[in-house]
């Protein structure tokens, strides 16, 4: 395994260089994806960009959206050689002492995909929680199983051969929906699934990009979409859970 740490970045200046000193002890590279931040984020991705010799910031010249910008790096990942990319988010929400639980579930199995399953304390909103079962439920649908304890989470081991193949043929939406569709095509591509608990903690003047109105519609489209995708592969699906 040849694993790298990676993590998109839309005007999160204010907290990278933080979440940066919290993953430092892991020694791994690891890859910024800036997704058309403005200049202030800007001037703060290429100072850590020159300050630690084991980040890489790659800029996107235009914010496409977090799926957008998580493809980007997964591309530039597997073209730097690694084969897989643990991903967490810019705003500290994760905690880094738990990566080597993920990476040693990635170890213990290279193909799968490794998701984080998050442990909320009293920080977490409601309405975000309460979205959160939605999707799951929806998921679980989809995917005619429980593999997938949760589809939102950003913490998260991706086996980038696999990942990569996917996303080079199955068109995906841009945005929040992206998390919950990649697991689930995944899956669909016959990855294992490995669920690893982890702390998250939302905190006070978070930065958070999530437009409810409009990232709830997108994720409620991107089920759309996946429940059609379901119907079509009910008897591979129950041959997996039967074999």
């Known amino acids: 395994m040849n694993v790298c740490l990676l993590i998109p970045n839309y005007d999160h200046g204010s907290t990278i260089a933080e979440v940066l000193d919290s993953i430092a002890f892991a020694a791994l590279p690891c890859l910024i994806v800036n997704d058309g931040s403005h200049a202030e984020t800007r001037a703060?991705?290429?100072?850590?960009?020159?300050?630690?010799?084991?980040?890489?910031?790659?800029?996107?010249?235009?914010n496409g959206g977090r799926g957008a910008a998580l493809r980007t790096g997964y591309r530039a990942a597997y073209e730097r050689g690694f084969t897989h990319a643990l991903q967490l988010d810019a705003d500290g929400q994760h905690e880094a002492k738990d990566i080597?639980?993920?990476?040693?579930?990635?170890k213990?199995?290279?193909?799968?995909l490794i998701?984080?399953?998050?442990?909320?304390?009293?920080?977490?909103?409601a309405l975000r929680l309460y979205g959160r079962m939605l999707s799951q439920f929806w998921v679980w649908v989809e995917t005619l199983s429980f593999a997938i304890a949760d589809p939102l989470c950003g913490f998260r081991c991706f086996p980038l051969g696999a990942t990569v193949r996917l996303i080079e043929h199955a068109p995906m939406g841009d945005r929040m929906d992206f998390d919950p569709e990649i697991a689930v095509r995944l899956y669909w591509e016959g990855l294992e699934i490995v669920n690893v608990p982890t702390d998250v903690v939302y905190r006070e003047g978070g930065v958070s990009h999530f437009a409810a109105g409009y990232d709830t519609w997108l994720?409620?489209?991107a089920h759309v979409r996946?429940?059609?995708g379901m119907l079509l592969r009910i008897p591979r699906l129950l041959r997996r859970h039967f074999r």
């Open 108 to 112: 213990e199995a290279p193909g799968a």
């Open 115 to 125: 998701l984080g399953r998050p442990i909320f304390d009293d920080s977490a909103p």
């Open 219 to 221: 994720i409620a489209k």
């Open 100 to 106: 080597p639980r993920l990476l040693a579930a990635a």
């Open 44 to 62: 703060e991705l290429e100072r850590v960009d020159a300050a630690y010799d084991w980040v890489e910031v790659v800029h996107r010249a235009e």
């Open 226 to 228: 996946l429940v059609g």
